[in-house]
């Protein structure tokens, strides 16, 4: 009797995927190692040189805030993104097979990585793709340090189990976008949907904010409905992340709800078959 009552009084996760469900996400310091992470690295510059309607720029600048689609491209951030290190936790924590919805780099560039107001992912999903639920998970690869001045990304514990929270929303293009197309919205610094603020507060203060930082290599996890915001980069150092989103495959939007570009909502919803563990080992491909 004593311990069942001890286990009920002790409310700490037993392990990774209990600190998900509690938290929302979960963050795994230096789950790849510095040689790993200088073989990802390396491929940094060639997919920020990209041009396209997948590369966005940080309004009025040739600044890069993000490039999309990495995985769909061969090379190694297709390598990482069938790492098992990253798809086969992520599946784990959806208790599902997962295909690779969406993956992007989001630079947070020195002197003008500007912010993400605080937001759900899943609403994006949601409304402009028809996501039909939240069994999806994201995952943030720290390709930099991620420090308090480098524009670390907060998230508010327990949020994911509120559902789609209150948000504002706005029609029509973000301005110093005009000339792009509408879903520009859903990727700078003026989000269409943004968390309001009561609810925000709301959350906020009962829940708290954290701020998992930690080096290169580092990965964090979080649900589909985990509010998140992350500031400018007010520091010399840039932070760069690597973001792959996987989604449960039998929770893929109906393809007639697909309007928005392949490199936002994939149309390969073919479960990911994990691949090598040492893909990052020197000598190897990736
Ligand atoms: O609309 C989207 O797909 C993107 N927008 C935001 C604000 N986060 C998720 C995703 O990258
Ligand atoms: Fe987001």
Redesign the pocket.
């Known amino acids: 009797m004593a311990n069942q009552l001890a286990d009920r009084l002790d409310d700490s996760p037993r392990g990774p995927a209990e600190q998900y469900a509690r938290d929302g996400f979960l963050f795994l310091d230096s789950l790849f190692d510095e040689e790993e992470v200088a073989a990802m690295r390396a491929a940094v510059p060639v997919a920020t040189a990209e041009r396209g309607e997948h590369v966005v720029f940080e309004v009025g600048t040739d600044t890069v805030r993000?490039v999309?689609g990495i995985h769909a491209r061969d090379g190694a951030f297709a390598e990482l993104a069938r790492h098992p290190r990253l798809a086969a936790t992520a599946a784990t924590l959806l208790g599902a097979d997962v295909y690779v919805y969406?993956s992007?780099l989001n630079t947070k560039a020195v002197f003008g990585g500007d912010v993400?107001p605080w937001?759900q992912?899943y609403v994006?999903?949601r409304n402009?793709?028809g996501m039909p639920s939240p069994r999806v998970v994201?995952v943030a690869v720290f390709l930099d340090d991620v420090t308090d001045v480098n524009g670390p990304m907060s998230l508010i514990p327990g949020s994911h189990r509120r559902g789609v929270m209150e948000h504002d929303s706005y029609a029509g293009h973000p301005t110093g976008y005009e000339d792009r197309p509408l879903?520009i919205a859903?990727?700078v610094a003026q989000?269409?949907?943004t968390i309001r603020k009561d609810a925000f507060v709301r959350e906020a203060t009962q829940a708290g904010i954290v701020t998992p930082k930690g080096r290169a290599g580092s990965a964090l996890f979080f649900h589909g409905n985990a509010a998140h915001a992350s500031p400018h980069n007010l520091s010399p150092l840039p932070r760069t992340l690597a973001?792959f989103?996987y989604n449960a495959v039998d929770n893929a939007p109906p393809a007639e709800r697909l309007h928005?570009p392949a490199f936002?909502?994939s149309r390969d919803t073919s479960a990911v078959v994990p691949g090598d563990d040492d893909a990052f080992r020197r000598g190897r491909t990736g």
């Open positions: 993000s999309y969406q992007k993400w937001h992912d994006y999903w402009e793709d994201t879903w859903n990727l989000l269409k949907y973001l989103t928005r936002l909502a």
